[in-house]
T-cell receptor, first 119, second 111 residues
Framework: GAVVSQHPSWVICKSGTSVKIECRSL??????MFWYRQFPKQSLMLMAT?????????EQGVEKDKFLINHASLTLSTLTVTSAHPEDSSFYIC???????????????FGPGTRLTVL | QKEVEQDPGPLSVPEGAIVSLNCTYSNSAFQYFMWYRQYSRKGPELLMYTYSSGNKEDGRFTAQVDKSSKYISLFIRDSQPSDSATYLCAMRDSSASKIIFGSGTRLSIRP
């Protein structure tokens, strides 16, 4: 299957600083990438949908000014957590969607995740 | 009520047992039903997906979808210790890409 990478795999930062997480599709072009957050023993919650070259679409309750998403190319999307606070500590996972037929099943391939700890 | 309900477990069974994992859902528009496996501190990995109702088999894994009951299942035959992971059901409708995940069931296979 297709490979999606994330960098860094884990990061510890001080409260008030900003952290950037990269998501790359290594062997395919992804017109759409997704960012999820997962708290311990909970499911993945979609934060935003990112389309290459356009603004991300955020889910209800997700602050777009706090979680900045940039999808500048077909293989790279970035999530920047601005002014991070301890409650932002979580496991952040991206996925990249393969292009396919409209209305068909377009598989999402998930990255390995980034564990963010805000002190 | 959550759109997708899944028993979080944990579920512990001996090696070789048949495992049954289940989810219920409320949105009748869902058309694609997926099962993901997630190891600790890793991203989810797609095991199988099913379109609409019916069964799908892949090796030791069988997925079943009953749209009339809004109930999906994943069966694992001849379970192995390496199957120990969290299993997430997920689903979406036919037009949107947004996937709705269940909370995941933690499965442990005892040697």
């Amino acid at each position: 299957g297709a490979v999606v990478s994330q960098h860094p795999s884990w990061v510890i930062c001080k409260s008030g600083t900003s952290v950037k997480i990269e998501c790359r599709s290594l062997d395919f072009q992804a017109t759409t990438m997704f960012w999820y957050r997962q708290f311990p023993k909970q499911s993945l919650m979609l934060m935003a949908t990112s389309n290459e070259g356009s603004k991300a679409t955020y889910e209800q309750g997700v602050e777009k000014d706090k979680f900045l998403i940039n999808h500048a190319s077909l293989t790279l999307s970035t999530l920047t957590v601005t002014s991070a606070h301890p409650e932002d500590s979580s496991f952040y996972i991206c996925s990249a969607q393969t292009p396919g037929l409209a209305g068909g099943y377009n598989e999402q391939f998930f990255g390995p995740g980034t564990r963010l700890t805000v002190l | 009520q959550k759109e997708v309900e899944q028993d979080p477990g944990p579920l512990s069974v001996p090696e070789g047992a048949i495992v049954s994992l289940n989810c219920t859902y409320s949105n009748s528009a869902f058309q694609y039903f997926m099962w993901y496996r997630q190891y600790s501190r890793k991203g989810p990995e797609l095991l199988m997906y099913t379109y609409s109702s019916g069964n799908k088999e892949d090796g030791r894994f069988t997925a079943q979808v009953d749209k009339s009951s809004k109930y999906i299942s994943l069966f694992i035959r001849d379970s192995q210790p390496s199957d120990s992971a969290t299993y997430l059901c997920a689903m979406r409708d036919s037009s949107a890409s947004k996937i709705i995940f269940g909370s995941g069931t933690r499965l442990s296979i005892r040697p």
